[in-house]
């Protein structure tokens, strides 16, 4: 056997796997409360909204491209659920059905300018995540809205044999991401084009075609986080989406993805996602003062990639 | 005893010897031809040399102190690279002296005018027509290339300068340039070692010559005691017949495309015919315009005007992704460029293309691709440790025969090749143009552009010339003398009677 574990060593995410059981194996041992069933379905819950989000940010990074404002495409969705719901009175199904969609025309905006006018994705959605940002501010005036019907909230508080439900869409979506990248000639295209744009425009690919179809289905991605978190909280509360700037981002960069494209996938950037839950859930188990927080979980992410990257470049030696 | 000596050279890397039992003896004075084919072992010696790799076994002496033991000794030696690495956004000034350890322009503060003063002396010493306040980018590709070599003779203890391809994207004006700044350092007693594919300038420049071949000395002597077909053979182990021609010999069918009034950004008023059963060359100077009538031809850039009929139907323009799915495609001269995907391994690099031949009913088929590639790395000879490995990590002419072999997966019905064989050695340019030949015998319709006569006057069975944008001749191969289509290229006395 030209062994197995040589053959899974290789594999790219092998390092963020190792890095991700290893925290996993120390948390529970450090705290009696990590590994019960309690912790784990918040943990789960917690990983599902701000993974749906990274899902997205992945595969656009993939692309070579970023969008800042997925946070607060989130948080508008979600109040514009609210809107659709309460104060419209629609029915839920089409209200989340129509606030998901908002999200997608936020990223087919974000797209149609990245195409068409060669926008820098990153600097562009800066500016777009201002005016979303501020949308928001000005249909709630900073107020949630309350008053959610019960029906809807299953989607954010209920469970699928005992696994929340956030969770399992998470993991639909995930499976999904992961499939197309890795199994149609759409992913390939996706990483032809994140390596090369002006190769791939030779080989007669699409590329403006799949930017835009990656910023929609971002879009769209963190809509139904927004939605979902709305479900899960009963009011649509305007600073839904604050933290799913940086997270996903620092996320994907951990799972494997490189910053300016063309190598990684959605599965690496979820196991990153779940590092840095991870990470966050210990420091609250163990009572870290809140102050104290942010120092601690900003190293732990430092090392978590120095670990990868030097496991990474001992890998490569060994194997040039 | 020579300034630089190699005795018992070896390198292994896990699985493959890279190279054994090299000698070398580098003498100052005089240019040094390194030749071999891509993947001979020509850029581990270099890395030796220059102290960027170390050897797993023999001696290294520069000016007979061991660099193993004293890294000093490194300082002499310089390597200038094949491709251009300088930064754009800076003045020439800047990079001829990054970064700052050894300029005299003193102090820690960086001091704007002293360098800039100090930079027109090196300017002038290589003859580079730029002003040392000029931003690279704007300054031309043979200056650019001279300015690589002076910014590596910054470095006074510099005895031993490295030279890898330094004419590959020149012309021969330019390489006249490169040649006059090698003459001046041999002049001054520095040693200069020359890798060239191309056989007239290595005989040309040439002193003293090494042949490396699957990572083994297999020859050296003087350049003057060989011939052309002499090195040649020591190159690829066999004889290759360097006056072979590659026509296409079937007889020339009706029209594939017509192309009428084509112009672009860089091109006037372009009309041809592609005929089926031949190999149509496109001659001209870098910049003519030749490059940019094919890319408009694929949609890849924009044509303002004309039109292109294939088969007698109207071809859409602008439009790359309809060209190639109505069976048109383009290989560029930029393989790194607009060829290669250089993070993905060989095998998705290939896999891009074939998707109709690997798609299963659940999604691609991880099997039938390998099947497939496997197949393309047989028929066109790539050598590689593996399909999984990155592509970035093959020779040149490796990556080349990868695009070659892609392209040809998809049964194209017209293939534009620009340049196919730059910084490709010469077995591999054989095997180039049987495949173009076979393509053109095989009905497809082939266009050759390329900037060597001789690349042209072997494969071509008509030679369109273009200069400065417009078309200045069209010549029947075999009835043509190479002055007059030097003459159409350099844009005096277009004979188009001479048909």
Same mark, same amino acid.
């Given at each position: 056997?030209?062994?197995?574990?040589?053959?899974?060593?290789?594999?790219?995410?092998?390092?963020?796997?190792?890095?991700?059981?290893?925290?996993?194996?120390?948390?529970?041992?450090?705290?009696?409360?990590?590994?019960?069933?309690?912790?784990?379905?918040?943990?789960?819950?917690?990983?599902?909204?701000?993974?749906?989000?990274?899902?997205?940010?992945?595969?656009?990074?993939?692309?070579?491209?970023?969008?800042?404002?997925?946070?607060?495409?989130?948080?508008?969705?979600?109040?514009?659920?609210?809107?659709?719901?309460?104060?419209?009175?629609?029915?839920?199904?089409?209200?989340?059905?129509?606030?998901?969609?908002?999200?997608?025309?936020?990223?087919?905006?974000?797209?149609?300018?990245?195409?068409?006018?060669?926008?820098?994705?990153?600097?562009?959605?800066?500016?777009?995540?201002?005016?979303?940002?501020?949308?928001?501010?000005?249909?709630?005036?900073?107020?949630?809205?309350?008053?959610?019907?019960?029906?809807?909230?299953?989607?954010?508080?209920?469970?699928?044999?005992?696994?929340?439900?956030?969770?399992?869409?998470?993991?639909?979506?995930?499976?999904?991401?992961?499939?197309?990248?890795?199994?149609?000639?759409?992913?390939?295209?996706?990483?032809?084009?994140?390596?090369?744009?002006?190769?791939?425009?030779?080989?007669?690919?699409?590329?403006?075609?799949?930017?835009?179809?990656?910023?929609?289905?971002?879009?769209?991605?963190?809509?139904?986080?927004?939605?979902?978190?709305?479900?899960?909280?009963?009011?649509?509360?305007?600073?839904?989406?604050?933290?799913?700037?940086?997270?996903?981002?620092?996320?994907?960069?951990?799972?494997?993805?490189?910053?300016?494209?063309?190598?990684?996938?959605?599965?690496?950037?979820?196991?990153?996602?779940?590092?840095?839950?991870?990470?966050?859930?210990?420091?609250?188990?163990?009572?870290?003062?809140?102050?104290?927080?942010?120092?601690?979980?900003?190293?732990?992410?430092?090392?978590?990639?120095?670990?990868?990257?030097?496991?990474?470049?001992?890998?490569?030696?060994?194997?040039? | 005893?020579?300034?630089?000596?190699?005795?018992?050279?070896?390198?292994?890397?896990?699985?493959?010897?890279?190279?054994?039992?090299?000698?070398?003896?580098?003498?100052?004075?005089?240019?040094?031809?390194?030749?071999?084919?891509?993947?001979?072992?020509?850029?581990?010696?270099?890395?030796?040399?220059?102290?960027?790799?170390?050897?797993?076994?023999?001696?290294?002496?520069?000016?007979?102190?061991?660099?193993?033991?004293?890294?000093?000794?490194?300082?002499?030696?310089?390597?200038?690279?094949?491709?251009?690495?300088?930064?754009?956004?800076?003045?020439?000034?800047?990079?001829?002296?990054?970064?700052?350890?050894?300029?005299?322009?003193?102090?820690?503060?960086?001091?704007?005018?002293?360098?800039?003063?100090?930079?027109?002396?090196?300017?002038?010493?290589?003859?580079?027509?730029?002003?040392?306040?000029?931003?690279?980018?704007?300054?031309?590709?043979?200056?650019?290339?001279?300015?690589?070599?002076?910014?590596?003779?910054?470095?006074?203890?510099?005895?031993?300068?490295?030279?890898?391809?330094?004419?590959?994207?020149?012309?021969?004006?330019?390489?006249?340039?490169?040649?006059?700044?090698?003459?001046?350092?041999?002049?001054?007693?520095?040693?200069?070692?020359?890798?060239?594919?191309?056989?007239?300038?290595?005989?040309?420049?040439?002193?003293?010559?090494?042949?490396?071949?699957?990572?083994?000395?297999?020859?050296?002597?003087?350049?003057?005691?060989?011939?052309?077909?002499?090195?040649?053979?020591?190159?690829?182990?066999?004889?290759?017949?360097?006056?072979?021609?590659?026509?296409?010999?079937?007889?020339?069918?009706?029209?594939?495309?017509?192309?009428?009034?084509?112009?672009?950004?860089?091109?006037?008023?372009?009309?041809?015919?592609?005929?089926?059963?031949?190999?149509?060359?496109?001659?001209?100077?870098? #910049?003519? +315009?030749?490059?940019?009538?094919?890319? =408009?031809?694929?949609?890849?850039? *924009? !044509?303002?005007? @004309? $039109?292109?009929?294939?088969?007698?139907?109207?071809?859409?323009?602008?439009?790359?992704?309809?060209?190639?799915?109505?069976?048109?495609?383009?290989?560029?001269?930029?393989?790194?460029?607009?060829?290669?995907?250089?993070?993905?391994?060989?095998?998705?690099?290939?896999?891009?293309?074939?998707?109709?031949?690997?798609?299963?009913?659940?999604?691609?088929?991880?099997?039938?691709?390998?099947?497939?590639?496997?197949?393309?790395?047989?028929?066109?000879?790539?050598?590689?440790? #593996?399909? +999984?490995?990155?592509?970035?990590?093959? =020779?040149?002419?490796?990556?080349? *025969? !990868?695009?070659? @072999? $892609?392209?040809?997966?998809?049964?194209?019905?017209?293939?534009?090749?620009?340049?196919?064989?730059?910084?490709?050695?010469?077995?591999?340019?054989?095997?180039?143009?049987?495949?173009?030949?076979?393509?053109?015998?095989?009905?497809?319709?082939?266009?050759?552009?390329?900037?060597?006569?001789?690349?042209?006057?072997?494969?071509?069975?008509?030679?369109?010339?273009?200069?400065?944008?417009?078309?200045?001749?069209?010549?029947?191969?075999?009835?043509?003398?190479?002055?007059?289509?030097? +003459?159409?290229?350099?844009?005096?006395?277009?004979?188009?009677?001479?048909?």
């Amino acid at each position: 056997m030209q062994s197995n574990l040589s053959v899974l060593l290789r594999n790219p995410l092998a390092g963020v796997f190792v890095v991700l059981v290893v925290i996993f194996v120390l948390s529970s041992l450090i705290s009696p409360y990590f590994l019960t069933s309690y912790n784990m379905t918040v943990l789960a819950r917690g990983l599902a909204f701000v993974g749906l989000v990274t899902i997205g940010q992945s595969m656009l990074m993939v692309l070579g491209e970023l969008d800042l404002s997925l946070g607060v495409n989130g948080g508008l969705c979600g109040v514009m659920a609210g809107v659709f719901m309460v104060q419209l009175g629609f029915n839920p199904a089409l209200a989340l059905g129509l606030a998901i969609a908002f999200g997608a025309f936020l990223g087919l905006i974000n797209g149609l300018l990245v195409t068409m006018l060669r926008l820098h994705s990153l600097v562009l959605t800066i500016g777009t995540a201002g005016i979303f940002g501020g949308a928001n501010l000005v249909l709630t005036r900073g107020v949630a809205i309350t008053g959610i019907p019960t029906s809807v909230q299953f989607l954010g508080r209920g469970d699928v044999l005992g696994i929340p439900v956030p969770f399992v869409i998470m993991l639909a979506a995930l499976f999904i991401a992961g499939f197309v990248m890795l199994k149609t000639p759409f992913g390939r295209y996706m990483y032809a084009i994140g390596n090369n744009p002006q190769a791939a425009r030779m080989l007669g690919i699409k590329v403006d075609r799949v930017r835009l179809i990656l910023f929609v289905v971002a879009g769209a991605l963190a809509g139904l986080a927004g939605v979902l978190m709305v479900a899960r909280l009963g009011t649509a509360q305007p600073s839904i989406g604050d933290t799913w700037v940086l997270a996903p981002i620092a996320a994907s960069v951990i799972g494997g993805v490189a910053t300016t494209g063309g190598v990684g996938s959605p599965i690496g950037a979820i196991f990153g996602a779940g590092i840095i839950a991870m990470i966050e859930n210990i420091i609250v188990l163990f009572g870290v003062s809140p102050y104290w927080q942010g120092i601690v979980s900003g190293a732990i992410v430092v090392l978590a990639i120095s670990f990868d990257a030097i496991s990474r470049r001992y890998l490569r030696r060994d194997l040039a | 005893m020579a300034y630089l000596e190699i005795r018992g050279l070896g390198r292994d890397f896990p699985g493959v010897v890279a190279l054994n039992d090299v000698d070398l003896k580098i003498e100052l004075g005089r240019t040094h031809i390194l030749a071999g084919e891509n993947g001979a072992g020509k850029s581990t010696l270099v890395k030796i040399l220059t102290g960027a790799d170390r050897p797993t076994r023999g001696e290294v002496r520069i000016d007979g102190r061991d660099p193993l033991v004293d890294p000093s000794a490194y300082r002499s030696v310089a390597y200038v690279p094949q491709e251009l690495t300088l930064f754009a956004q800076m003045t020439v000034a800047e990079n001829l002296f990054m970064p700052f350890d050894r300029s005299g322009h003193g102090g820690r503060l960086f001091n704007r005018r002293a360098l800039m003063r100090e930079a027109q002396t090196y300017l002038e010493r290589f003859g580079i027509e730029a002003r040392p306040s000029d931003l690279v980018a704007h300054i031309s590709v043979s200056d650019q290339q001279l300015l690589q070599i002076a910014r590596a003779s910054t470095n006074n203890e510099m005895k031993v300068l490295i030279l890898d391809e330094p004419t590959s994207a020149l012309t021969r004006i330019e390489v006249d340039r490169v040649f006059r700044v090698i003459r001046d350092f041999l002049d001054r007693d520095h040693a200069v070692v020359f890798i060239s594919h191309k056989m007239e300038e290595v005989f040309e420049i040439g002193d003293d010559y090494t042949v490396l071949r699957n990572g083994e000395k297999v020859e050296s002597g003087r350049v003057a005691d060989i011939t052309e077909a002499d090195l040649i053979r020591a190159m690829s182990g066999r004889h290759l017949a360097i006056d072979d021609h590659f026509r296409p010999g079937v007889p020339v069918g009706d029209a594939i495309m017509e192309v009428r009034g084509l112009s672009g950004a860089r091109f006037q008023d372009v009309s041809f015919d592609l005929r089926r059963g031949e190999i149509l060359g496109f001659a001209g100077l870098v #910049g003519a +315009g030749r490059s940019e009538v094919m890319q =408009s031809i694929f949609g890849y850039l *924009k !044509a303002s005007a @004309g $039109r292109v009929t294939v088969d007698g139907k109207d071809w859409p323009l602008n439009d790359p992704s309809r060209s190639v799915a109505n069976g048109m495609l383009y290989l560029s001269e930029e393989r790194k460029h607009h060829g290669i995907f250089p993070m993905l391994s060989l095998r998705e690099n290939i896999g891009i293309s074939i998707f109709e031949l690997t798609q299963g009913p659940l999604g691609i088929s991880q099997r039938r691709e390998r099947e497939a590639v496997t197949k393309i790395i047989e028929d066109y000879g790539i050598k590689t440790a #593996g399909m +999984g490995k990155r592509i970035s990590n093959l =020779s040149g002419g490796n990556q080349q *025969k !990868a695009i070659i @072999g $892609r392209a040809m997966a998809t049964r194209p019905r017209i293939l534009i090749f620009d340049e196919p064989t730059k910084g490709i050695d010469i077995r591999t340019k054989t095997e180039i143009y049987r495949i173009m030949k076979e393509l053109a015998e095989d009905g497809v319709g082939v266009i050759l552009v390329s900037s060597e006569i001789t690349e042209l006057r072997r494969c071509a069975s008509r030679i369109i010339t273009m200069h400065t944008g417009h078309i200045t001749g069209e010549f029947d191969t075999a009835t043509t003398e190479t002055e007059t289509l030097v +003459g159409a290229i350099f844009g005096t006395e277009a004979r188009a009677d001479a048909i």
